[in-house]
């Protein structure tokens, strides 16, 4: 079992950053695969970053490449999302992941998610 607690959201200006944190609990999240997604109002889930287990192979949405960047650090059982630059289509709740291993958006190959942090980007 993993569990997922996602911190760091907010309300920044266009421009801006922020950092997002997911702490993760359980004694395999070394070797999890782990991804953010997010979800604007009336909208659906759609995959942000993801990255293996060692950190060396990441994966960004088209939107966000440039501006955003994932890392982990497994000795704190933590996954980060540095976002710079914000744009106000930015704004949605974002939601961290686990898997098995592996580097991918897609949102059924995650097993574990956390409740989720909001992000509001003001224009």
């Known amino acids: 079992q993993v569990q997922l607690v996602e911190s760091g959201g907010g309300l920044v200006q266009a421009g801006g950053s922020l950092r997002l944190s997911c702490a993760a609990s359980g004694r395999t999240f070394s070797r999890a695969g782990m991804a953010w997604f997010r979800q604007a109002p009336g909208q659906e889930r759609t995959f942000v970053a993801a990255?293996?287990?060692?950190?060396?192979?990441?994966s960004y949405a088209d939107s966000v490449k440039g501006r955003f960047t994932i890392s982990r650090d497994n000795a704190k059982n933590t996954v980060y999302l540095q976002m710079n630059s914000l744009k106000p289509e930015d704004t949605a709740t974002y939601y961290c992941?686990?898997?098995?291993?592996?580097?991918?958006?897609?949102?059924?190959?995650?097993?574990?998610w956390g409740q989720g942090t909001q992000v509001t980007v003001s224009s």
């Open positions: 992941a686990a898997n098995g291993g592996v580097t991918t958006g897609l949102s059924y190959v995650y097993d574990y």
């Open positions: 990255i293996n287990w060692s950190g060396g192979s990441i």
